[in-house]
Nanobody, 122 residues
């Protein structure tokens, strides 16, 4: 129900834009989020957004570099990533929250995408 895309290999300082397409009305009235997981590390929050596109939250490590947005009409979630660093290398997952509010708690998410790999070279 969620299809993430846009990952790839980029040099440090570069940019990527991730997309997450939700089928049907999966995400129209729900909060959504981006998480990431690097090898050997726990899954961590990247950014969240409420059902109507307001209420954005960003993890400390990505503030001022990443921007989360949502197109309700298309049912698509985006993550614009600028000034990428090698430590941003991870598999990025999109997720649909159980309710209308985006949450930093992974347990509050009902649907998960398959993940898209982002690799940042130094």
């Amino acid at each position: 129900q969620l299809q993430a895309s846009g990952g790839g290999l980029v040099q440090a300082g570069g940019s990527l834009r991730l997309s997450c397409a939700a089928s049907g009305r999966t995400a129209s009235n729900n909060g959504m989020g981006w998480f990431r997981q690097a090898p050997g590390k726990d899954r961590e929050i990247v950014a969240t957004i409420n059902w109507n596109g307001d209420g954005r939250y960003y993890g400390d490590s990505v503030k001022d570099r990443f921007t989360i947005s949502k197109d309700r009409a298309k049912g698509t979630l985006y993550l614009q990533m600028n000034s990428l660093k090698p430590e941003d290398t991870a598999v990025y997952y999109c997720a649909v929250a159980r309710g209308a509010i985006g949450s930093t708690d992974v347990n509050m998410y009902r649907y998960w995408g398959q993940g898209t790999l982002v690799t940042v070279s130094s």
